[in-house]
């Protein structure tokens, strides 16, 4: 497993970008595949994006298409989550997951290490 540590949540205004940061301990970052998720207030975490440990392959959730880009560097043992267009329904906690093998994944149960979250505010 691996320690993963985000960054970069704040708050920001309607229309505002954030970029969120998750660094990953250890040596074999590029064997894992990374997600995004996140959890608003009283609801359950919810997915966000995935890219493979190649960077080839990526998924979003249908709310975020076209405002999200996931990408990583495998050198710097970070995943990023540029986020545009903020709108206020993006406030949450957002949660860096990391997991192995071969597919691509959605769903929680295939990430076996989580950061702590970071917060993000969209403010109207």
């Known amino acids: ?4 540590v985000e960054s970069g949540g704040g708050l920001v205004q309607a229309g505002g970008s954030l970029r ?11 064997s894992y ?6 959890q608003a207030p009283g609801k359950e975490r919810e997915f966000v994006a995935f890219i493979s440990w190649s960077g080839i ?16 560097d495998n050198a710097k043992n970070t995943v990023y989550l540029q986020m545009n267009s903020l709108k206020p329904e993006d ?7 990391a997991g192995q ?3 691509i994944a959605n769903t929680e ?16």
């Open 1 to 4: 497993q691996v320690q993963l």
């Open 20 to 30: 969120l940061s998750c660094v990953a301990s250890g040596r074999t970052f590029s």
């Open 33 to 38: 595949y990374m997600g995004w998720f996140r």
């Open 57 to 72: 392959s990526t998924l979003y959730v249908d709310s975020v298409k076209g405002r999200f880009t996931i990408s990583r």
């Open 91 to 97: 406030t949450a906690v957002y949660y860096c997951a």
């Open 101 to 103: 093998g071969s597919y």
């Open 109 to 124: 149960s295939r990430f076996g290490s989580w950061g702590q979250g970071t917060q993000v505010t969209v403010s109207s």
